[in-house]
């Protein structure tokens, strides 16, 4: 087979920042920097080094014939034409099946590749090498990684993706500052240049805003029209409605999903088999089950006594965490909430009430950030092999923080006081108050936090040149991207980026909106309008504002998707005291025909939410027609590859004689 050639121009899609040396001082080859330069420069990858104002730069690029002895080093697994995952072999190259832009390798592949390529730039000498930085005198250890070491001495300042100037201002012309395309998104190009996880957050968003547009429309008419006494029969219409929407919106997210995955050739194996670092820092799960047995021997029963026993310690384990977590809330958040609340309720000036306001977001700052310290630090004594599923602990931990201080003052206003006036009050704070002031926040502070330490940078250069009186300007654009925010998440950036909080926005919105829908029916048409400014200031903060994010594999939305679906199930259950309050004005609590109207319409959309699972397929027929295809051909190759192995070991044990060997023998 052909080997692994260049395809394409040379992309520069990393780079390595390091402070300005001295270069007064001669350190000659024992340099550090040169060294590592070298190091990089052995391995296969193509340097261009930048000099900015305070520090340099080293760019990295790898042409695909680097990439693929990385890949297969590594012993990735790519798709191939007849549907089976195999190992990445460099001279069979034809044989794995391209991405959707036709590269071989994904972006997430290939930055596994570079973070392989950089950090394993090793002593493979016997004995330790001295190495100097300026005057700083370094230990290079045998079999050390040198950027590890250079990281730990804080010569190495950091490690970051860069942006591709062409691919990004393709997509900013094409996606972020495409006015007229309000939710179509070039998805396969946002994959090809963020990854998989960030392709799917915004495939998501976009088929979320689109199917916005029924509960906004009915929502619109229910608010705006008045239909005298039958109003109180368009409720319960609109909240089956919207229930059925969300149902089926879920499940058709589902066979997206499913269909993206298919035409992505998704490779989970590397994602979810390895452990995951983000740039050599490797988040290890405790004593795996195959550490545990390894000096057992060949003893079956205590192979499977100690199985069994890593199993049950694992489930307590995960079981006395989330205990924890929610005997927290329930003692220490709900008091705080419900006093939040019931001061709300009871004080009758607008500026106090604005007052507690600013004091409470304050306060809850702090319990937010207490929360998610102690739930990363539970995580890390569970028992979850992959970095997939302490991210989905993580994210259900801390999603019952946010969950309890958005939702209990509207509960209590709603369930308690039955005070409709100020419930409508408090969501339209929530909603559009509070998330337009968010949006301004998250594009805002990004921009702020630049131009800051562009300030910086500059004024410690003019610091150091006492006599200059020249403009001091930034000529590298990997310098401008170095000064940029990473695009990370408010609680643990090791298993989490910045798609956290953004899904959390999300989740918190449809939250309020379905669990209050009789409340404020207009909210929905809000939203949409929302949904539609936040793809584009998303899109634009990503591709303008921050730096280039860290590929992050993924197969669906996570934990995401079933915190969407229980917040359906609550919604059942609030709108449904939403309408009886609304039929048993006089708090009597009779069951009047309407109370048992709507009691038994709950018991109907309950069974209705849990049916839908089988009336649409969560995958579309064309996918799994697909799989049962490859797995048919996989079959079929493998059982004719051991059947010519099992021919051909019979014949080397009996081979079978020639006519002139017979002729002998007689």
């Not at 958005?406 to 369930?415: C, K, N, T, W």
């Not at 308690?416 to 949006?439: C, D, M």
């Not at 989740?507 to 029916?521: E, N, T, Y």
């Not at 109370?595 to 049916?611: Q, S, T, Y």
């Amino acid at each position: 087979m052909n080997a692994v050639k260049e395809e394409e121009e040379i992309v520069y899609e990393v780079a390595v920042v390091v402070p300005k040396r001295n270069l007064k001082e001669e350190n000659g080859e024992y340099d550090c920097v040169e060294v590592l330069v070298n190091e990089f420069r052995n391995v296969g990858l193509v340097v261009d080094r930048v000099l900015g104002l305070s520090d340099e730069f080293i760019k990295l690029g790898a042409p695909l014939e680097t990439l693929g002895r990385a890949a297969a080093k590594l012993g990735m697994k790519k798709p191939t034409h007849i549907g089976i995952e195999l190992q990445f072999e460099c001279e069979e190259t034809e044989a794995f099946l391209r991405q959707p832009d036709g590269s071989l390798f994904s972006w997430c592949e290939r930055f596994q590749c570079y973070r392989h390529l950089i950090y394993e730039t090793v002593n493979k000498k016997d004995s330790d090498i001295s190495l100097k930085f300026d005057s700083k005198e370094i230990q290079w250890e045998a079999g050390e990684s040198l950027l590890q070491r250079l990281e730990s001495e804080g010569i190495v300042k950091q490690v970051f993706p860069l942006h591709d100037e062409t691919k990004r201002k393709k997509l900013l012309k094409s996606w972020a500052l495409n006015c007229w395309d309000l939710t179509k998104q070039p998805i396969d190009e946002i994959y090809a240049y963020f990854g998989t996880k960030i392709a799917l957050y915004f495939a998501f968003i976009g088929m979320y805003t689109r199917w916005m547009i029924f509960p906004a429309s009915f929502g619109l008419v229910v608010q705006l029209v008045d239909f005298g006494s039958l109003q109180l029969l368009v409720l319960p219409a609109f909240f089956v409605g919207i229930v059925l929407w969300a149902v089926l919106f879920f499940q058709f997210w589902k066979r997206k999903n499913a269909a993206l995955a298919a035409r992505w050739q998704l490779n989970f194996s590397v994602s979810t088999g390895q452990g995951y670092k983000v740039l050599g820092r490797e988040w290890s799960c405790i004593q795996s089950p195959m550490e545990v047995i390894k000096n057992l021997g060949n003893d079956k029963a205590k192979e499977k006594e100690a199985f069994q026993r890593y199993e049950w310690f694992g489930y307590l384990k995960r079981f006395r965490n989330d205990a924890l977590v929610i005997l927290s809330i329930i003692c220490l958040q709900l008091p705080f909430e419900l006093a939040y609340a019931h001061l709300y309720e009871v004080i009758k000036s607008d500026i106090v009430k604005f007052g507690l306001t600013a004091v409470y977001l304050f306060a809850i700052q702090y319990f937010t950030q207490i929360g998610g310290k102690i739930s990363i630090r539970l995580i890390k004594h569970e028992n979850n092999e992959y970095t997939e599923y302490r991210a989905d602990s993580l994210v259900y931990k801390v999603f019952g923080l946010y969950f309890m201080q958005s939702y209990i003052g509207v509960f209590y206003h709603a369930l308690l006081h039955r005070n409709f006036k100020t419930l409508r009050q408090v969501l339209i704070q929530r909603l559009i108050i509070s998330e337009v002031f968010q949006n301004l926040l998250e594009n805002s502070i990004p921009y702020l936090k630049y131009n800051y330490k562009k300030y910086r940078a500059v004024r410690n250069k003019k610091k150091r040149e006492k006599g200059s009186t020249g403009k001091i300007q930034f000529t590298s654009r990997v310098e401008k991207e170095y000064l940029k925010p990473t695009y990370s998440a408010s609680i643990c950036e090791e298993l989490e980026d910045g798609l956290f909080d953004d899904f959390l926005e999300l989740a918190l919105q449809f939250g309020m909106i379905m669990m209050f829908a009789c409340a404020f029916p207009l909210a929905f048409a809000f939203c949409a309008l929302n949904n539609i400014a936040e793809i584009k200031t998303d899109a634009l903060k990503l591709l303008a504002m921050l730096k280039r994010p860290v590929p992050r594999a993924a197969a669906t939305i996570g934990a995401w998707l079933n915190i969407f679906q229980f917040l359906i199930l609550m919604s059942i259950c609030t709108n449904s005291a939403l309408l009886v309050w609304l039929y048993d004005q006089e708090g009597k609590w009779k069951i009047e025909p309407g109370l048992a109207a709507i009691l038994i319409m709950e018991h109907v959309l309950l069974l209705i939410k849990f049916g839908f699972s089988r009336f649409v397929p969560d995958e579309p027929a064309w996918v799994r027609a697909n799989r049962m295809k490859n797995a048919t051909q996989a079959q079929y190759m493998c059982s004719k590859q051991l059947l010519r192995s099992i021919s051909g070991g019979e014949r080397s044990l009996n081979p079978r004689k020639t006519p002139d060997e017979l002729k002998k023998t007689e």
